[in-house]
C-alpha cells in the first residue's frame, strides 16, 4: 500500500531469549495493483490492518506494563485523596447546614415572638387611643363647665358690685 520507497519489512529472530525487531527497506518493488489501490485500502478500513502492526520486544511490554501499573496506582491515589478531600467538606458543611438550620428556627421563633410583641403594643396602643380620646372629651367637656362657670361667677360678681 506505501509507495516503494517507504515500504518495509519487519522480521522478529529470537536470539538468546530475546526478540530483536529489524526493519529494512524492502527491495522489491510492489505490484502495480497495490500502487493504484494505494488510497483505497486506507479509505475503506478505519484502522491499520494487522500485517502492518509491529510487535513490540518483551522488554518494552514490561516497562510499559510497569508503567502503566505506576499511573494507574497514582490516578487510585489521587482518588483515595478526592475521596478523603470530598468526605471532609462533607463534614464540614453538614456542621455548616446544622448550625444554619439551628440559627435559622432560632431566628424564626424570635420572629414570631417579635409578631406577638408588636401585636401586643398596637393592642396597648389602641387602648391608649381610646382612653386618650376619652379623656381629652372630658377635659373638653369640663372646660366647657369651667367656662360657664366662669361666665357665670363674672356675671354675679358684677352684678354685686352693683
Known amino acids: 500500500m506505501w509507495p516503494p520507497e517507504l515500504e518495509t519489512t519487519s522480521t522478529a529472530n529470537e536470539i538468546g ?24 485500502g486506507w479509505l475503506d478500513s478505519p484502522t491499520t490492518p494487522d500485517f502492518k502492526l509491529k510487535r513490540k520486544a518483551p522488554d518494552d511490554v514490561k516497562r510499559d506494563q510497569e508503567r502503566k501499573k505506576l499511573v494507574d496506582k497514582a490516578y ?14 462533607l463534614c464540614a458543611l453538614t456542621e455548616e447546614n446544622n448550625r444554619l438550620d439551628r440559627e435559622n428556627k432560632h431566628l424564626k421563633n424570635e420572629e414570631v415572638r417579635l409578631k406577638e410583641v408588636v401585636q401586643t403594643q398596637n393592642e396597648n396602643m389602641k387602648q391608649l387611643q381610646g382612653h386618650f380620646c376619652q379623656l381629652k372629651s372630658q ?17 354675679k360678681a358684677f352684678f354685686f358690685r352693683w
Open 139 to 155: 377635659l373638653n367637656k369640663q372646660n366647657t363647665v369651667v367656662e360657664v362657670l366662669s361666665k357665670q361667677l363674672v356675671l
Open 76 to 89: 487510585r491515589q489521587r482518588c483515595k485523596v478526592k475521596k478523603i478531600k470530598n468526605e471532609e467538606n
Open 17 to 40: 531469549g530475546s526478540y530483536e525487531i529489524n526493519t529494512v527497506p524492502s527491495m522489491i518493488p510492489p505490484p502495480i495493483e497495490q500502487h493504484m489501490s494505494f488510497l483505497s
